[in-house]
């Protein structure tokens, strides 16, 4: 009976030890379960951030790039005198011409440090990475403005328009004219689908003008603001990210930054 009695108490711990082990086995496992899908699930977050990075730089360039979207025809049939773009009237400027000064938040373009004054400045499709600027008036308060004999003053004024030859004009404005036929006809039917696809119509001839920004640039021995005044283009203030100057200068169009930056740099 002893020798029974022992065995089963051996059974019985043999079979503790068992359980004992299949429950650390079990234990183990659930643990290295918990680790892997821990692992599994930083690695997801790290995918995702790393994706959301991805998309945000992106974005970011995306931003920062033309496209047809941003294409802008002119408003008015008046075209202002015309002065050749490939003459030596207008200047061309990439986003490397213009140098912060160090420890300050001065923008300079060496090349215009002795000509102070408002700038015309246009981008083309033709090369998106060209401003061309021609110098309106000698200061920064419209009191005198600059002739060029190619544009007498007797014959009319000069303007942002003054990028194109008659011809392009013509062209230019007979997009938008069409554009706004299009409208015109979609602001008059009720089907919608006939709505959307002429309104879409007006859009896509919108799209192949020739013209991505026209605005203003006043510099003194430094960009003192930029704007994207323009009473011919008028293009949005969004593609300010774009144009190749400095945003931290940029006002939009009418805005009352425009005289607040003049005054502060006279009053230093």
Not at 90 to 113: A, G, Q, S, V
Not at 164 to 170: I, R, S, V
Not at 184 to 208: M, P, V
């Amino acid at each position: 009976m002893p020798s029974k009695s022992l065995s089963r108490s051996k059974s019985r711990k043999s079979l503790s030890r068992s359980k004992s082990r299949k429950s650390l086995s079990r234990s183990k496992s659930r643990k290295s379960l918990s680790r892997s899908n821990s692992r599994k699930s930083l690695s997801r977050s790290n995918s995702r951030k790393s994706l959301s990075r991805s998309n945000s730089r992106k974005s970011l360039s995306h931003n920062l790039v033309w496209n047809k979207r941003n294409s802008v025809c002119p408003k008015t049939p008046s075209h202002q005198l015309t002065i050749n773009r490939e003459g030596p009237n207008w200047m061309r400027l990439t986003k490397y011409d213009i140098h912060k000064k160090k420890k300050t938040n001065k923008y300079e373009i060496k090349r215009l440090n002795k000509l102070p004054g408002i700038y015309i400045v246009i981008i083309l499709k033709e090369d998106p990475t060209i401003m061309y600027l021609l110098r309106e008036y000698t200061d920064l308060f419209y009191r005198n403005s600059l002739d060029y004999p190619e544009a007498p003053v007797d014959n009319g004024m000069i303007g942002h328009s003054s990028i194109y030859t008659d011809a392009e004009f013509q062209m230019e404005w007979l997009k938008e004219l069409t554009a706004r036929d299009f409208e015109l006809k979609a602001s008059k039917t009720t089907d919608k689908s006939q709505k959307k696809l002429l309104n879409n119509r007006a859009k896509r001839i919108r799209e192949q003008c020739l013209l991505y920004f026209a605005g203003q640039l006043y510099y003194d021995k430094e960009i003192v603001v930029w704007t994207n005044h323009s009473g011919h283009f008028q293009p949005p203030e969004n593609v300010k990210h774009k144009v190749g100057l400095p945003v931290d200068k940029f006002a939009a169009m009418g805005s009352p930054i425009i005289d607040r930056s003049i005054k502060q740099r006279y009053s230093k």
